[in-house]
């Protein structure tokens, strides 16, 4: 596995974070006959809160992000990215791990959506995922809180 760290996202990442996007998405949406070359990219925009997002680090370079976005009755995990190359590395496990480490603590369920087909839902899957709905382009996946087993 790859040396990682996370660091706050802050407005100045957005651009280098929407072209990752492009560029991960891109084999699933034209699968799916849904890709648009502007769209991809404006929909991360237009939905960026830099306050809820980690940027992935490896060796001291950008790789991805993770978005946490608390909501009502759960929190949301969006624009998990990871550059390609780090794709098998076990970087996205380790990063995923951390983040429903803490959701655990903090007894919050976690939601999230995945394009139909997409390799990624077998990652979610393995950390207990489960689909709440799916429509003919994206599954939707809850997570409950595992409780901390005492000794």
Known sequence: MADWATRRASTADVETVAELRAVVLRPDLERLGRYDEHRVRQRLRDKFVPEHTQVIEVGGEFAGCVTLRPAEDAHWLENFLLAPHLHGSGTGTAVLTGLLEQCDRDGTVVRLQVLQGS?????????????????????????????AVRD
Do not use: Q
């Open 119 to 147: 390799a990624a839902r077998r990652l979610y899957e393995r950390h207990g995922f489960t689909v709440e709905s799916e429509d003919p382009v994206d599954v939707f996946m809850k997570r409950e809180p595992v409780p």
